[in-house]
């Protein structure tokens, strides 16, 4: 059996003003591995509800690997206004599903034979989800990739949670707003971003910070080394779901063995152009499939 690479985290529904799209991070990121040819797996909750039904419909139709146990709350939703740019306002339903998930004997079998995890900060608003996001890393192999992206939400998030995340993941994933709350957070007063970033990459011991910046660029730090590109100029859809393809594509680039430069060019185009679409798992094209 191949290693897993695996989303773990909030399973949802993004309630936009032209219709519902499966969304949440953690499936966003594994589906777009999934379409690199890893063997992806999204792991979440789901409720004993319609709507838990046309979850695993819908990850049935795009061929994703899901392990996603039924549990007695609701499927998650979240209602998403777009502005004038595409931008997305989010408003989120608590006491949901993947607030809920289980750490049972195959999770753990799981994470035991798991290559890389993506997790946020978000799935972690709760007791029992951060529980078993915390019991899913502890159980991974010592060589593992753990990507905490970061993925900072209304107020779902305390100095306690992001602070222990930083300590067990080797790759922070961040943006440029978030890294300013982060600073406010830890008190870093007087820092630009590339010292906040330099700060965070020493402080935690990381392998690698990926920040990006919007239309402003992305950076990837490594110990001693800085990798930047511009942003393209595209049509903006809506931008939901743009920042989990960056991060898929990035990991799905590293696993594959190519540079941190030819993977963050890669992880930039393919966010732009899921930028051109609606919602957050479009079918990426072959000439962006084959540059892995």
């Known amino acids: 059996m191949k290693p897993y690479i695996v ?8 309630v ?12 966003n990121f594994a589906y777009h591995v999934s379409q690199f040819g890893h063997d992806a ?29 039924r549990v007695d709350y609701p499927t998650g939703t979240v209602q998403v206004t777009l502005d004038d740019d595409g931008i997305p306002t989010y408003v989120i339903r608590e006491g949901v599903a993947w607030d809920n998930i289980p750490f049972t004997a ?16 978000l799935a972690q608003r709760s007791p029992v989800s951060r529980t078993t996001i915390q019991a899913f890393l502890n ?12 993925n900072l939400r209304q107020n779902f998030y305390n100095k ?3 602070r222990e995340a930083l300590t067990a993941c080797n790759i922070l994933k961040i943006n440029d707003e978030e890294l300013v709350l982060i600073g406010r957070l830890f008190e870093y007063p007087g820092l630009d971003i590339e010292n906040k970033c ?14 990006t910046c919007g239309v402003n660029g992305s950076y990837v730090f490594t110990p001693g080394t800085v990798s930047f590109q511009e942003t393209p100029t595209v049509e903006v859809a809506d931008t939901v779901g743009a920042g989990d393809s960056f991060t898929g594509t990035f990991v799905s680039g590293l696993l594959a063995g190519k540079s941190i430069e030819e993977t963050h060019r890669l ?26």
Not at 7 to 14: C, K, R, S
Not at 41 to 69: C, F, K, W, Y
Not at 204 to 209: A, G, R, S
């Open 267 to 292: 992880a930039v185009d393919v966010s732009a152009y899921v930028c051109t679409c609606k919602g957050a798992m479009p079918k990426l094209p072959q000439e962006l499939l084959h540059r892995l």
């Open 41 to 69: 797996l999204a792991i979440s909750a789901v409720g004993n509800d319609a709507l838990g039904d046309e979850t695993l419909e819908a990850l049935n139709a795009r061929h994703l690997q899901h392990l996603m146990p």
């Open 16 to 27: 936009l003003p032209e219709g519902k799209q499966l969304g949440g991070a953690p499936a």
């Open 198 to 211: 330099w700060l965070l990459l020493g402080k935690y011991n990381l392998d690698m910070l990926v920040l």
């Open 160 to 162: 306690e949670i992001i």
């Open 139 to 150: 159980a991974m192999p010592k060589d593992s990739l753990k990507i905490f992206d970061i």
């Open 106 to 121: 195959e999770l753990e079998d799981v994470a035991q034979n798991t290559r890389a995890v993506c997790f946020g900060s």
């Open 7 to 14: 989303g773990l985290g909030e399973v949802l529904w993004d």
